[in-house]
Every structure is written in structure tokens, then in C-alpha cells.
């Protein structure tokens, strides 16, 4: 086991005075919700540089500091590269929007607030249409440790298979996707796709989704292959999934695409 001291992961560098992200800390709520809104539009544009759109399909949400029964969430047919600060809905667990002009996508209302109602220390939650999440989905099987991105997720997602073809729109659905999310960052919904959530930021639930669909890419095409790939040992998946799967590095590998965008695509704050 490495011995980190006051640092919070491997990737801290050790010399004092270098350049690197530093987890915010804030003075008020209007800050922290300001930064939490910037973060989920970031998200948002990431998710459309990936192409993760999918018609009115994919929602992403995050709490309000001030009032963590309700969140904020991306506007009903708005596409994820048109996500900006201004057209962002904050929405209560009845699905009511209680700021914002926009209506809310209902089946994020069902998958996202049950989440977040029965998960209070839940603190943001991604879910979109993929190609590669979807696919996988269908095939009823979880994650296997056989990248080291893939271990980020060992023991630490979930597959839904009992619902599986349930129409999402469908409250006992968002049920059995909240009691899933009990101690996990990930799930793969059986025949509908991916879900990842936060106790952390809503940056390290964008990146795990990102993350997630990669390695479902990954493992579909090392299947096509008709190679049979190599396990990591349980013992070195668990080491590199505390090092490189925490909440903490899902949050500083956001970093970078934030850092990308916000100098990119200034009309995200409008």
C-alpha cells in the first residue's frame, strides 16, 4: 500500500510551487452553485463532443447546495451542445421544475430523482443513449477487469437485470436503479444502457460515464476479435481501482476536458 500522506491520490506531485487542479472550496452557496451549474453545462458539452447525444435521449443532474432535495438538470429537447448556464432546469423528486423555462425529460425525472432521493450523500448522476453502453447493455453482462481502465470499475458497478426491457419511463424502473446505486459509481441497465452517480462532483460522474462507455468499446471489440483476453488478478484490479478509480481522479481527469471547453465554447456560461 502507498503511503500518500496528505495527499489525496498517486498523481499529487510531490514538489511544492508546480502547477496543478485543486479541489475548490467556497464562501457561499451562490458560488458553490454557480460552480456545480458551470460543471453540469461543461458535462453536457462534453457529452456531445463524444457524441453521446440521442434525440431528446440523455440527462445529467446534479444537487443545489442550498437546497439538495432539488437538482439541476439539462432542459427537455436541448441538445447537449445548446446546454448553456441560462436554459439550465432545477427540478424537484415530483418532477416539478421549479426554476426555469424548460420542461423536464420525464424519464430523467424517474431514473435520476428516485436515485437521489433514496441516495442522499448522491450528489450528481449521468445517464445517456450510447452506442457502445447500449450495446453492451443488451448483452446482460458486467464489466470484466481486463484493462486497467476496465479495473476502475471492478467491484464497483452493478448490473440491472430485473427490469431489463422495462420502459423507463416507469417508476418501479427508477426504483430498482436507486436500490442499485447503494455503495457503487456505475450500473449497466440490461437492454437500455449506462448510469453513473457521484457522492463527489458532478465532473467525476461525467467522466466515469465517459470512462464507462470506453471500456464497454473496448470489451465488445476485444470479444469480436475471438481472442480471449486476460484477466487481471482480483488482488491488482482492487490495487488499481483504489488508485485509479476513486471518485478524486474522475474529478482531476475532468479537468482537462473542463479546460478544453471553457476556453472553446465561452457561450456555455450565457
Given at each position: 500500500?502507498?503511503?500518500?500522506?496528505?495527499?489525496?491520490?498517486?498523481?499529487?506531485?510531490?514538489?511544492?510551487?508546480?502547477?496543478?487542479?485543486?479541489?475548490?472550496e467556497?464562501?457561499?452557496?451562490?458560488?458553490?452553485?454557480?460552480?456545480?451549474?458551470?460543471?453540469?453545462?461543461?458535462?453536457?458539452?462534453?457529452?456531445?463532443?463524444?457524441?453521446?447525444?440521442?434525440?431528446?435521449?440523455?440527462?445529467?443532474?446534479v444537487?443545489?447546495?442550498?437546497?439538495?432535495?432539488?437538482y439541476?438538470?439539462?432542459?427537455?429537447?436541448?441538445?447537449?451542445?445548446r446546454?448553456?448556464?441560462?436554459?439550465?432546469?432545477?427540478?424537484?423528486?415530483?418532477?416539478?421544475?421549479?426554476?426555469g423555462?424548460?420542461a423536464?425529460?420525464?424519464?430523467?425525472?424517474?431514473?435520476?430523482?428516485?436515485?437521489?432521493?433514496?441516495?442522499?450523500?448522491?450528489?450528481?448522476?449521468c445517464?445517456?443513449?450510447?452506442?457502445?453502453?447500449?450495446?453492451?447493455?443488451?448483452?446482460?453482462?458486467?464489466?470484466?477487469?481486463?484493462?486497467?481502465?476496465?479495473?476502475?470499475?471492478?467491484?464497483?458497478?452493478?448490473?440491472?437485470?430485473?427490469?431489463?426491457?422495462?420502459?423507463?419511463?416507469?417508476?418501479?424502473?427508477?426504483?430498482?436503479?436507486?436500490?442499485?446505486?447503494?455503495?457503487?459509481?456505475?450500473?449497466?441497465h440490461?437492454?437500455?444502457?449506462?448510469?453513473?452517480?457521484?457522492?463527489?462532483?458532478?465532473?467525476?460522474?461525467?467522466?466515469?460515464?465517459?470512462?464507462?462507455?470506453?471500456?464497454?468499446?473496448?470489451?465488445l471489440?476485444?470479444?469480436?476479435?475471438?481472442?480471449?483476453?486476460?484477466?487481471?488478478?482480483?488482488?491488482?484490479?482492487?490495487?488499481?481501482?483504489?488508485?485509479v478509480?476513486?471518485?478524486?481522479?474522475?474529478?482531476?481527469?475532468?479537468?482537462?476536458?473542463?479546460?478544453?471547453?471553457?476556453?472553446?465554447?465561452?457561450?456555455?456560461?450565457?
Amino acid at each position: 500500500m502507498l503511503d500518500l500522506g496528505n495527499r489525496v491520490s498517486i498523481y499529487q506531485p510531490e514538489q511544492d510551487g508546480l502547477t496543478f487542479p485543486e479541489i475548490p472550496e467556497f464562501d457561499n452557496v451562490a458560488d458553490e452553485r454557480r460552480h456545480r451549474k458551470e460543471r453540469l453545462v461543461a458535462a453536457c458539452r462534453a457529452f456531445a463532443l463524444k457524441d453521446f447525444d440521442y434525440g431528446f435521449a440523455g440527462h445529467l443532474t446534479v444537487r443545489d447546495p442550498e437546497r439538495p432535495e432539488l437538482y439541476w438538470t439539462n432542459p427537455m429537447c436541448v441538445h447537449f451542445a445548446r446546454v448553456k448556464m441560462s436554459n439550465l432546469i432545477l427540478v424537484d423528486h415530483q418532477g416539478r421544475v421549479v426554476e426555469g423555462d424548460y420542461a423536464v425529460n420525464r424519464a430523467g425525472f424517474v431514473l435520476h430523482a428516485n436515485v437521489h432521493e433514496e441516495h442522499p450523500d448522491i450528489i450528481a448522476m449521468c445517464h445517456a443513449h450510447t452506442i457502445y453502453g447500449t450495446a453492451f447493455a443488451a448483452t446482460g453482462r458486467p464489466i470484466e477487469p481486463i484493462t486497467q481502465d476496465a479495473c476502475a470499475f471492478f467491484e464497483d458497478h452493478v448490473l440491472i437485470g430485473d427490469s431489463a426491457g422495462a420502459v423507463a419511463v416507469e417508476n418501479h424502473a427508477g426504483s430498482d436503479v436507486a436500490k442499485a446505486f447503494a455503495g457503487v459509481k456505475a450500473a449497466i441497465h440490461q437492454n437500455h444502457g449506462l448510469l453513473t452517480a457521484s457522492r463527489h462532483s458532478i465532473e467525476a460522474a461525467a467522466f466515469w460515464f465517459i470512462a464507462l462507455e470506453r471500456c464497454c468499446q473496448q470489451q465488445l471489440e476485444i470479444a469480436a476479435s475471438g481472442i480471449e483476453p486476460i484477466r487481471v488478478p482480483e488482488e491488482s484490479a482492487r490495487y488499481s481501482r483504489k488508485h485509479v478509480g476513486s471518485e478524486y481522479i474522475g474529478w482531476l481527469h475532468f479537468q482537462t476536458i473542463w479546460d478544453q471547453l471553457k476556453t472553446d465554447q465561452p457561450d456555455m456560461f450565457e
